[in-house]
């Protein structure tokens, strides 16, 4: 399918392991982005990318690695997740001004 | 600091009344404006954007926005609202060309019949 897809959809872990969240793009865009949804704050950079090989940090990078091996897959990964990392994580792209946004990871740490 | 501030966390407002969505940044560098929807459970959907020109933006679904330099605003207006425009409504800025986004904190918007 065109366009961004984020996987999964939902995902429960526990304290201390380790996850990573997934994100691909069909539009061969350079640019891809992770941002992190909480009440109160909207959406908060973590980490871009803004080529292959290319990666840099946002707002709130602790805790999270990305990396970009591919211009089409920008995973996430949790090292050792935390509660306070329990969010809605969303994947973007972008060629352009405008960025094109993924249907969202719902994220529970317990 | 370059900053985002969408003014109420909450707006209510009657089916078929006008509503004004209030968005404010911080900056003394050129911008990039947007204004995104987030319906339940989904990602987020432009619904306008301004670059350059016509302070006035017109997007999908019927909402406008107008950028004002001199107030640093990019308020989101609709003069008759519908039901199914509840959802979370996001502005966003793009600092001096910058591909990555400063995005408010997000305005809740509730339709009631």
């Known amino acids: 399918d065109a366009g961004i897809t984020q996987s999964p959809r939902y995902k429960i872990t526990e304290t201390g392991r380790q996850v990573t969240l997934m994100c691909h793009q069909t539009w061969s865009h350079s640019y891809m982005f992770w941002y992190r949804q909480d009440l109160g704050h909207g959406l908060r950079l973590i980490y871009y990318s803004a080529a292959a090989d290319i990666t840099d940090k946002g707002e709130v990078p602790d805790g999270y690695v990305v990396s970009r091996s591919k211009t089409e897959n920008f995973p996430l990964t949790l090292e050792s997740a935390t509660r306070s990392q329990t969010s809605v994580y969303f994947c973007?792209?972008?060629?352009?001004?405008?960025?094109?946004f993924g249907q969202g990871t719902r994220l529970t740490v317990v | 600091a370059q900053s985002v501030t969408q003014l109420d966390s909450q707006v209510p407002v009657f089916e078929e009344a006008p509503v004004e969505l209030r968005c404010n940044y911080s900056?003394?560098?050129?911008?990039?404006l947007f204004w995104y929807v987030q319906y339940p459970n989904q990602g987020l959907q432009l619904l306008l954007k301004?670059?350059?020109?016509?302070?006035l933006v017109k997007g999908i679904n019927g909402f406008e926005a107008e950028f004002n330099k001199s107030q640093t605003s990019f308020h989101l207006r609709k003069p008759s609202v519908h039901i199914s425009d509840t959802a979370e409504y996001f502005c966003?800025?793009?600092?001096?060309?910058?591909?990555?986004?400063?995005f408010g904190q997000g305005t809740r918007l509730t339709i009631n019949p």
């Open positions: 973007a792209s972008s060629d352009g001004p405008e960025a094109f």
């Open positions: 966003a800025v793009s600092f001096q060309g910058a591909q990555k986004l400063v």
């Open positions: 900056s003394s560098v050129s911008v990039y």
């Open positions: 301004y670059l350059s020109g016509s302070t």
